[in-house]
């Protein structure tokens, strides 16, 4: 079975700093991987997302991630953290089930920006 | 702007009573699933269907709990008798499709219903 593992359960950076959260994952194919953030009080939002091809992915709001199959991660970095992105990040895989697809949720990383 | 919707959005109760939660998917998403979030275990699913259909429900007590889908445009997470265990936000969220890999899109949630059982 799948599992990811995202090693910080809180990540505290300065507004205009880098930022890399980390997201290790689990499984015996080839995965299919996603980051999501969620706002206080909201649902899950797609980040982005890599199912094959180049490893390193752009997503919104400036956010990128690089697929390291050598060291199985798919870690979200950013080059200036603003304000706004104070939440909480899910790093997920996903694997094929009875032809649907069932994503499996890191437990996230919450983000405090200090300004 | 389609968005998944979930009612109610908050909910406390006592327990032991029956409490319904509802969601609505965006139009057109065959997929649907029930997640429930706490700070201990973080994100686990519950269920999801298929075109209305129940595919999986493994994550789910099965004592209590209860998920369907009445139709397309409904689906409702059923716990009877609740527990403060139960405490939790419970998400639904929806996918294009069949949720088949080939043409997979994200998933999208909708708001949640916060759940707090006395």
């Known amino acids: 079975a799948q599992s990811v593992t995202q090693p910080d359960i809180h990540i505290t950076v300065s507004e205009g700093a880098s930022l890399e959260l980390r997201c290790n994952y689990s499984?015996?194919?080839?995965?299919?991987l996603f980051w999501y953030v969620q706002s206080p009080g909201q649902g899950l939002q797609l980040l982005l997302k890599y199912f094959s091809g180049d490893t390193l992915v752009q997503g919104i709001k400036g956010f990128e991630a690089e697929f390291k199959r050598s060291q199985s991660s798919f870690n979200l970095r950013k080059p200036s953290v603003h304000w706004s992105d104070a939440a909480e990040y899910f790093c997920?895989?996903?694997?094929?089930?009875?032809?649907?697809?069932?994503?499996?949720f890191g437990r996230g990383t919450s983000l405090i920006v200090h300004p | 702007d389609a968005r998944v919707t979930q009612t109610p959005r908050h909910k406390v109760t006592e327990m032991g009573q029956e409490v319904t939660m509802r969601c609505q998917p965006i139009?057109?998403?065959?997929?649907v699933f029930w997640y429930r979030q706490t700070m201990m275990q973080g994100l686990e699913l519950l269920a999801y269907?298929?075109?209305?259909?129940?595919?999986?429900d493994s994550g789910m007590p099965k004592d209590r709990f209860s998920a369907e889908m009445p139709d397309a445009t409904l689906a409702t997470l059923k716990i009877q008798p609740s527990e403060p265990r139960d405490s939790a936000v419970y998400f639904c969220a929806s996918v294009p499709g069949l949720a088949r890999i080939e043409n997979y899109n994200e998933q999208f949630f909708g708001p949640g219903t916060r759940l707090t059982v006395l």
């Open positions: 269907f298929r075109n209305r259909a129940p595919l999986d």
């Open positions: 139009l057109g998403h065959n997929t």
């Open positions: 997920a895989v996903g694997a094929e089930e009875g032809g649907s697809y069932i994503p499996t």
């Open positions: 499984y015996g194919a080839t995965p299919y």
